[in-house]
């Protein structure tokens, strides 16, 4: 499971007294957690598909941090945001290509919007930004 992973990779961070990656894993297993209380609560396990969502949420955020960072020219937070963006990124599983999301809905029956998003949110969570899904479904 991606949250185990995450926790065995900041004990490791802590022993290479790498605070970077350190930084990182904190913020995720924090984000985890948080998820997991609120799953518990309804009586639900946090799944990989719903880790692999939050990390998308935490390398956009990161992103945007980056983009602020080096609009003020601050090359240093620049360069250790990328640095943690890499560490978030080898936690989320292979990614769809827009061919390979072609080929799964030329394979479906319905494919209405509705019905096609819903297959690939039931199916696919964490495996494909819904966005490109939608762009591809509106090009076929």
Sequence with gaps: MIY????????????????????IY??????????????????EELTDADASNILQKAIKELSDE?????????????EAIKKQIEIVEKYLPKMLTKQEIADIIAGLDDKSIPAVMKYFKSNYNGQCD???VQEVLRQG
């Design 66 to 78: 980056k983009e602020n960072y080096s609009k003020v020219g601050n090359q240093e937070q620049v």
């Design 4 to 23: 185990e992973d995450i926790k065995k990779a900041n004990v490791q961070a802590m022993k290479d007294k790498d605070s970077v990656a350190r930084s």
């Design 130 to 132: 819904m966005r490109v």
């Design 26 to 43: 904190s913020v995720l297993m924090n984000k985890l957690m948080l998820e997991t209380i609120r799953k518990r609560e309804k009586g």
